[in-house]
Every structure is written in structure tokens, then in C-alpha cells.
């Protein structure tokens, strides 16, 4: 069995845009999408800004028996297996692994509310607040009929599906699975981001800059579709770009903060370099987990430089948080399929908000505009609370 | 596939440790008994009594769920029987897969109580990164200090067959060495409330039970240099979707991995509930593959449901029943119900299948041997 895996489909939901074509437009022209929340009462919070998703009509779509965060799964799920030449019309062994942060949270919250009120919880609340209801409802909506499989390693967890499902095709246990990230913004999820205190008060994210004043969670949903080279070839879908490998671990160093030598994202990267057969040298670009907080560039930038050497001074290496935020159990996807899209369009996307270089982030940021290059492949890294780390290698459809 | 385990820790309402769970299982003493929820409602479940994790862990902590807390106290017994202090494993090469379908809830509706009390600007910033789903794999990796491949499912009833089966494929393609792999479900007045208006507990579901359950496992390579005696190996994988028949699937799929018949199977470990229909096929859909007369067990009839545990747990009574024959009371299908009809049994099995089920169609299966 042949270890790379084909990525044929791709779909998303988020502040950035819903549907792969507006999302990277945004990403690709550094526009900033994050804003004043709008359905919480920010008078309520410290944090006032994050990447709200809008434009998203869930009731019109059929979909209200489902929790927000579910419905951007669907969606983000729904457009990658309607995407490319083929539509992945045989869905009976396809498997979903949905990850995420937190699932239906507005669910859960609704939940523990009744329970702390001692009212009796209405039927199926419980249910439904659990992770697995979301992979089971959309599996159930999208007739799927593989595995469904829920995970969750917190702000990593949409690498962490993707690389688990590209696990299950290359084991053989699928030939097609689906990849999602996704969460949404609940008032019990921001009041939870917020106490974690690492999120922007000045309202923007300066991934990089020696003034960046923290992060700012978004929402959303990504969705790829993996499959065997084989598998995509026989029914004839297109090859938008490889897996090559992925690698994820934990810093078993402390639940709310990175170790500041970066060890873990530097062997979640080495870990990925082996899956994937490459050499440091091999890589041509970094989309970087960036997150603008004061300890994770810094940090990240000490792993990216362990883990590739000198070629991580002569690659470019972006954030793409500035426009769309941190997605949260979504990120690892955003960032997936724009470092696949860069690929694609060899155009790798602008690290925004760059003003004032810092020393200690002196990797090649691709500062405010985008740039051109021709990169076959890119190594995208995401970290999240719980010491999480999972690094994917994708590579463009003709790299080997 | 050959993947040793040789090292268990199990915590569970029957019992804490290998001796005292065993020997309650195979005298079939079951742990499941009516519970009073706070608003007088009674509900059947199996609690774990008298757990304190000072019993396993020296260094206090500030803050533990009580789910992170089970976990914690299985690994210790795993870890300890596995010999590490004495012959340790390389921590880069140490992996960690855990299963979970409750995750931290008690500390979720903690944070949830606080800040209807205090407003999102004043909840407690401690309790919130227990309340992720991952927390529990995080606390034990920081514990243990793993830093090898690391995974967490949340998949319900199979999440524990799912994270054992991770942890064999990557030991198998040589990413680690060896691997800590199991699950953990703790109970709380919430989940217990919300189950019976669910209808998936109480008289029109099963009784939930407590318990975690962990595996140290590695390669037959890391085994000999560390000179660790393997109780049983992980022959072989299979995982299947759908209806009931994925029992079935998952069987002859992890029987083909294994190199094996599904007629050799000699004992099976169901994730049997006893509850009604779904269970009934269960058992009807495994009779179609395996030896007539091949037992079938249902620890869950005496530990309660453990959700992602149940697998773990399965699979551990397997490992021990590899060296002495010795399982817990089989069940059969008594005009359509799931009894214990029989006492412990003696059988000199080569291989057990462990079939892990979800009432989404899901399964897995797992076949061990010594």
C-alpha cells in the first residue's frame, strides 16, 4: 500500500469566508475578517473581537435540528465531497473523523444548565452535547458509512484528524475518509478562552511582530477528503495534493503552557519529516501555528529552526491567523487547505499586521503581501492548551 | 501483527488492581446498585468506592478531575507492572492513546456553575483546561513524562477499542516503542441525570459503571530488551460500519490480520450491555462467524457500561486469561435477554476475540493471544 495519500476534496466554513474559492481569496489578499462579536453580549467579556462566522443561513439549509458547531461541519463537510471532477457519489466506505475542541458546546451549556437548576435535562440533551454526536450526525446526513470517529487534542485537532484518517486509508481499513476540524463560539467557550488570558486586548493578531499582543479565536469548519491514490484514480476524482506524513505528541510539560524551547513541536515536526520519507531540505514552506501569543512565536521559531536547520531560514513561513483568527479544533484545517491552495496557486499567503520585527521571530514571515513561489511542498503545524502538537507534510499532486 | 502487552492497570467498581477486579469477575460479583442523584432520583450504576488516588501518586495536585484522577491511577498499575522504573522506555519513543466519551464533565459543570455565579470575566482560570476533552491524555503525559506519538478518541463504546488499535498500528510501523493505551470514564451527577432522560440509562437502557482501564504495550524487540514478559499479544485488527452484521466484519477482518480462522477463535469478549435489542443482535451477529460452542463474555454485565473503557477492560481480561485459561461466567441469550447462566470457565484458549460495538453500527475487533 502506497503511503501518500491523495487529498481530492476540500470544504470550508469560517469568518474568512464560506467555500474554499472566497476563503482563499481572503487568505491569499491578507484581509482581516475578524470583528466585534455579534451573538454574545461582549459587555460581558474582555474580548470583545474574534472571527465570527456570517453569511451562513443554517436554518435555510435544512440543517436547524443541529448545533451551530455541527452545521459548519456539515457544511465545510458537504463541499469537500461535492468538490472536484468527481463527486464522491459511493459514500458507504467512506469514514469521518471529526475533531474537536468542543464540540456542540451551546448544546452542552443548555445542558449543564438544566442540570445545575435541578431541572430534568429534555431528552437527547445529553446525547447530543457528547463529541461523538456530531461525527454521527453528519455521517447520518451525508450517508456515510465508515468509522465515525470523534478526537479531540484541543487547538491541534484538525491536523490530528487529518492525519488519523489518512492513517485509516493507508492501513487499508477505508479507501476514502473524511477530515474535519471545526468548534463555534459559545458564551461558555469565550468565557473559557478568555480566563486562559491569551487573547488580544488590542483587538489584533500580530503573529511574529515584537508587539503582538496576543490571539483571537475564530470559528468554523475545514473538511478535506483523503483517499488512495488508487481509489481517487479509479473513479476518477482530481488530485488537488498529497499527505505525505504527519506527526503529532505532546510536551508532557504543563497543561496551559509551551515549553519554551519548543522541543514538542520540534519532534511533532521530525516525527512528520519521517512519516513522510522527506528531508528537511525537502521542504519549501512553513505554515506556521502563529498564533501571535508572546510565548508560542518565539517558541515555535526555536522548534521550526531544530527541526529544519539552515532550510528554515530560506523558506517562507506564515501565519495566516491575522485574517482568519485561531480557529480553534478548526485551525489545523484552515491551515491545511491553505497551504494546500498555496500549492496549488504558488502563491503563499501574507503574514498580516507585520510591523516591527522581532529577533527572537527571525524566520521569513512573508510580511503583509503575498508572494509568488513555486513550493511543492509545505509542512503546517498546529499546538494547542494540553501541550497537543501535530505537524502535516502535504506536497503538490505531481511531487513523486 | 504481533504486539506484546506487558503491562495492565484496571480501576473499576469490581475491583482496584488486577487481583481484586479478577478475582471479583470470575466469582461474577457484579457492582451495580441503585444510586440517589442529588433530587432524590434513583438511578442503577456502578461507582467506583473509596478511590484515592494518594494510593498511586505521591505528589499532590492542586486539581484533578476525578475522570483524569481514574486514568491516573491505571496507568500508575500498568507502568508499575510493566516494570518501567526498573527498565524505563526512551519518553520520545513512549506513545499515548487514550479514550474518553464523557471527558471531563464534573469539571465542565464546575466552570459552568462558576460562571453563572460570576460572570464569564470571573470563572476560575484553573478548572477550564481540565474541562477539554484532552485534558486527561495531557495530565498523563505530563505525569509520565510521554512524549512519542500521542492520540485521544472520543467515539463512544469503541473509543477504547479505536485508541488500543492507534496504538498497535503505530508500534507496528515503528513509530514507538512501546505505548501506554487504554480509557477512562468517570460518572457525575450530571451524566447520570442526563442518561435517564436520555433513556440510554435506567429500565429503558443499562446501568453505566466507572472505571479506567490501561494497556502497556510494545513491540515483541522492546519487550526482550527490557526483558519484559508479555501476558498476551495483539494479533490482529478489523473494523467495520453500519448494521448490526459490522460485528461480524470486524471479526473476519481482524481474524485475516491475524493470519487466523474465525473458527479458531476459542473465547469472545463482547461489549454486551444487556440491554434489549441492540445487544441481542450482537450476539446474534457474532453467532454467525464464530465456533458454536465459543463462549461469550460480557464483563459489562457486572463492571456496568463503561463506554470507552469497556474495550480496555475486555482486552485485559483477555491478556490474563492467556496465561491460566481462567474467564468470567459467559452469557446466553435466554428468550431474547441477555443471563449469566453459567459459572467462571476453564478453557486453554489459543486465541480470544474482543469485539467492541457502538449502538451507531460501529465496530471493532481485537484479537488476542498468548
Known sequence: MARDVAITGMGVVSCAGNGVAVFWDTVAAGRCELGALTRLNVSEFSYPVGGEVRGFDAPKSGESGLDLAAQF?????????????????????????????????????????DAA?????????????????????????????????????????????????????????????????????????????????????????????????????????????????????????????????????????????????????????????????????????????????KLNDPTETRAIKAALGQRALEIPVNSIKGTVGHGMGAAGSFEAIASIMALRE??????????????????????????????????????????????????????? | MRIAITGIGVVSAIGCGRTEFRENLLEGVGAIESTALPDGTLVEAALIKGFDLKNYVEAKKVYLDR????????TVLAMREAGCKAAPVNPARLGLSTATTFGNMATAAAFHQKLVEKGPRLAPPLIFPHAYANATNSLLSIEFGVRGPNCNFNSGFTAGAHAIAWAAGRLAEGRAD??????????????LLGGLSDGIFGSEGFAPGEAAAMLFMETEISATKRSATPLAFIKGMGFSSGSLDSVASAIDRAVRAAGISARTIDVAIAGIRASGRIDCGQVEAMRKVLPADCPIIAPQVFTGATFAVSAPIDVIIAALAASDGRYPPPIKLVDGEIRVTEEAINKNAVNTAVVSVDPNGDAVALVIGG
Open chain 2, 178 to 191: 512501546a505505548f501506554l493505551a487504554g480509557g477512562t470514564e468517570a460518572l457525575c451527577p450530571e451524566i
Open chain 1, 73 to 113: 461541519l456539515l457544511a465545510a463537510c458537504r463541499e469537500a465531497l461535492g468538490g472536484g471532477q468527481a463527486n464522491l457519489e459511493s459514500r458507504h466506505d467512506c469514514a469521518i473523523i471529526a475533531a474537536t475542541n468542543f464540540g456542540s458546546a451551546s448544546v452542552l451549556e443548555r445542558f449543564l444548565a
Open chain 1, 117 to 293: 437548576a435541578g431541572r430534568r435535562p429534555p431528552k437527547g440533551a445529553l446525547t447530543a452535547s457528547l463529541l461523538k454526536s456530531d461525527a454521527e450526525s453528519v455521517a447520518l446526513k451525508l450517508g456515510l458509512g465508515g468509522p465515525k470517529v470523534a478526537m479531540s487534542l484541543s487547538c491541534a485537532s484538525g491536523n490530528a484528524a487529518i492525519i488519523h484518517a489518512a492513517q485509516l486509508v493507508r492501513d487499508g481499513v477505508v479507501p476514502v475518509a473524511l477530515a474535519a476540524g471545526y468548534d463555534a463560539i459559545s458564551r461558555y467557550v469565550w468565557s473559557g478562552l478568555g480566563v486562559l488570558r491569551v487573547m488580544s486586548q488590542k483587538g489584533v493578531v500580530r503573529p511574529f511582530d515584537r508587539d503582538r499582543s496576543g490571539t483571537l479565536f475564530s470559528e468554523g469548519a475545514g473538511a478535506l477528503v483523503l483517499e488512495s491514490r488508487e481509489h481517487a484514480a479509479a473513479r476518477g476524482a482530481r488530485v488537488m495534493a498529497l499527505f505525505l506524513g504527519g506527526g503529532m505528541n505532546n510536551n508532557a510539560y504543563h497543561m496551559a503552557h509551551s515549553q519554551e524551547d519548543g522541543q514538542g513541536i520540534r519532534d511533532s515536526m521530525l516525527m512528520a519529516l519521517e512519516d513522510a520519507g522527506l528531508s528537511a531540505e525537502q521542504i519549501d514552506h512553513v505554515n506556521a501555528h502563529g498564533t501571535a501569543t
Open chain 1, 346 to 400: 504558488g502563491i503563499i499567503p501574507p503574514t498580516i499586521n507585520f510591523e516591527t520585527p522581532d529577533p527572537e521571530c527571525d524566520l521569513d514571515c512573508v510580511p503583509n503581501m503575498a508572494r509568488r513561489a513555486a513550493a511543492k511542498t509545505v509542512i503546517s503545524n498546529s499546538a494547542g492548551i494540553g501541550g497537543c502538537n501535530c505537524a502535516v507534510i502535504f506536497a503538490s499532486e505531481d511531487f513523486r
Open chain 2, 67 to 74: 475522570n483524569s484522577a481514574l486514568a491516573m491511577g491505571a
